[in-house]
């Protein structure tokens, strides 16, 4: 065995506790689990079949860790060592074909968490220095600057005030004392500032203390993307180290499902306690204040609207009825899609594909069958999407099926913008 591959197999081994031992031991191979997943229904070749892209950590698992394995191995019945050529030619399956988009455990019958194995998988992966390269780039990126795009605290602050201008508010810097901390991913900052506008005509309206902060404004875990558990730890920390130092009740995770993911679900675990203060997603915070009367509805947005639903924010992260609220009262004429909800189809970019070019023919051919259900209905103008990350693979793909009718927006952007006026 190369040193390489004893590194990933280590790990994958270390990473294979009693859940992930559960699931290997459970699954039936029937297979119910390829038409959930959006690469293996765009493309029909069974490498994307979700359980195939488990077997080096499987081989792993069976050689060293099953029950049995001393008298499997006895009758030469145990797999052989996995190499590194294996683990290099399973890699683009590992990275470029799972969003970790959980929609495959749906139809489960063992509940078999797909996306939870491959993101252990991806540990080994990390640790071995077998990752895609436009994620090695991301990930240099954040260790120089926290941003995987390289976005730096005066490029935000220039963003800042460049929405100061156009709103004719201040935003809020650094502030001690207040009660929210808002974060940002990289790609709101850079392609859509106009939300850090929007927060900040919202906030004002509901009377909130908030603030932006130089030393913690991503959100984006590249760490989660890439299967590091120390990196994601890091970067969680980063923000609770800043969140406890400004003494704020609430961390405001961004229209970024992954994020929302890393922060609340893995967060306190990743650093080993809980928090000192409250993760509440934009979405969260505006449909409570929304009910509290402190930003009221104004006039609705006519034009015919979908929502997309993303799998990090609503499938994984629970947060499925709060935007249906908000666009109700916001768009007049709104129009769910075919299997909207827990159950939605992946844009095709999350888990780190989207910053994965390698993979960028795959990420539109799913993209593809997201497009269809939108088509499906018929007349939409507005896709209102409450991801960034999700907005940008739209947009790619809009692009690529040539379908620029179709416009792309973010909720939040959506309240603001249909709030009542003073
Ligand atoms: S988690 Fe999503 S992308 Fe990954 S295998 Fe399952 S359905 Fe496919
Ligand atoms: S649906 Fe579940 S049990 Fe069936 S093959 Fe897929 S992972 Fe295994």
Redesign the pocket.
């Known amino acids: 065995m190369t040193e390489t591959a004893t590194t990933a197999v280590q790990t994958l081994l270390a990473q294979t506790d009693s859940d992930i031992a559960s699931y290997l031991e459970a699954c039936v191979h029937c297979g119910e689990?390829a038409e959930?997943?959006?690469?293996?229904q765009a493309t029909k070749d069974p490498k994307?079949t979700?359980t195939y892209?488990l077997q080096p950590l499987v081989k792993a698992y069976k050689r060293h860790k099953a029950p049995l394995r001393g008298v499997l191995s006895l009758l030469g019945l145990s797999p052989p060592e996995v190499t590194e050529d294996e683990l290099r030619e399973w890699e683009p399956l590992v990275y470029d074909?799972?969003?970790?988009?959980?929609?495959?455990?749906l139809v489960c019958p063992m509940g078999i968490d797909?996306?939870g194995t491959?993101r252990k998988m991806r540990e080994g992966y990390a640790a071995a220095g077998i990752v895609p390269d436009g994620l090695t780039a991301a990930r240099a990126n954040v260790e120089r600057t926290s941003s995987p795009m390289g976005v730096t605290a005066k490029a935000l602050l220039a963003q800042i005030k460049h929405q100061e201008e156009d709103t004719g508010l201040k935003i809020p810097v650094d502030q001690k004392g207040v009660d929210y901390l808002a974060i940002f991913s990289s790609h709101e900052i850079m392609a859509s500032p106009e939300i850090i506008g929007a927060y900040a005509k919202i906030f004002k309206k509901a009377g909130l203390t908030w603030t932006v902060s130089t030393e913690a404004y991503e959100a984006t875990n590249v760490g989660v993307q890439i299967g590091s558990g120390p990196l994601a730890k890091q970067l969680v920390q980063r923000v609770v180290d800043e969140a406890e130092r400004l003494g704020v009740k609430y961390v405001i995770a961004p229209e970024c499902g992954h994020a929302y993911g890393a922060i609340r679900w893995a967060g306190p675990n990743l650093i080993g306690r809980p928090f000192k203060f409250e993760v509440i997603h934009i979405i969260e915070l505006l449909d409570r204040l929304r009910r509290e009367g402190k930003i009221p509805a104004g006039k609705k947005d006519g034009r015919k609207m979908t929502l997309h639903d993303p799998?990090q924010l609503v499938r994984r992260g629970g947060v499925a009825k709060e935007p249906r609220h908000l666009l109700s009262d916001s768009a007049s004429n709104f129009v769910e899609m075919k299997g909207a909800g827990i159950a939605n189809l992946?844009c095709g970019g999350g888990?780190g594909v989207s910053a994965n070019s390698r993979a960028e023919d795959l990420m539109i051919a799913a993209f593809g069958e997201k497009l269809k259900q939108i088509d499906e209905i018929g007349g939409i103008e507005t896709i209102v999407i409450p991801c960034a990350n999700c907005r940008g693979v739209f947009e790619d793909g809009l692009d690529a099926y040539e379908k620029e009718d179709y416009e792309v927006i973010s909720l939040g952007q959506l309240v603001a913008d249909t709030m009542q006026d003073d």
Do not use: D, E, L
């Open positions: 689990c959930a997943c959006h690469f293996y994307y979700p892209k074909s799972c969003t970790m988009c959980g929609r495959c455990t797909i996306a491959i799998c992946c888990g």
